[in-house]
């Protein structure tokens, strides 16, 4: 969804954005969107910067870490994000940056992409190391087999060389 800058009435505006699950590509292996993703977006324009902001929530199938298994999660988070034109930077000169120059975007020919903002948000909060449950026993390493289904008997018999002089010490 592509807003025009330069249309928005009183400098601020309000966008409620629904977006199919197949319309959003994350690019990232073992996580899809599982659900609608639904935002309500509040831009605000002042004289050199945008602010983008809002509650946005969908659900998400994310493999284990352990075992593969797909998880659903919800995922509930509020946007907050800065743009400056495009002509604010330059590259003819070195620039120092501060800390609050670090959540601040470049938006270019006075519009912006609200899905694209939305899919960067997403990626930025998707949870770390997820657990189809807390005491997942994960692959075996040695047939594959998920250990929370089956018991596969396989032994780990193998002694790595740099240890075999302390089998001696039984």
Request: with cysteine; proline share 3%; hydrophobic share 35%.
């Amino acid at each position: 969804m592509l807003i025009d800058l330069n249309g928005l009435r009183g400098n601020r505006a309000e966008y409620s954005l629904e977006l199919a699950a197949d319309q959003v590509d994350l690019e990232t292996d073992g996580v899809s969107i599982g659900s609608t993703i639904k935002a309500e977006i509040l831009i605000e324009r002042s004289a050199d910067r945008v602010r983008v902001s809002g509650p946005v929530e969908c659900d998400l199938n994310i493999d284990c870490v352990r075992c593969l298994e797909p998880v659903t999660k919800r995922l509930k988070f509020d946007v907050e994000a800065g743009f400056v034109p495009q002509e604010h930077f330059s590259n003819e000169s070195e620039h120092q940056v501060d800390g609050e120059d670090l959540l601040i975007d470049v938006y270019r020919d006075d519009s912006l992409d609200l899905a694209e903002i939305v899919r960067e948000e997403i990626l930025l909060n998707l949870p770390a190391g997820q657990l189809c449950v807390a005491d997942c026993k994960g692959l075996c390493e040695k047939c594959g087999s998920n250990r929370n289904l089956i018991d596969c008997k396989c032994r780990d018999e193998e002694i790595d060389p740099r240890w075999e002089a302390l089998r001696s010490l039984k």
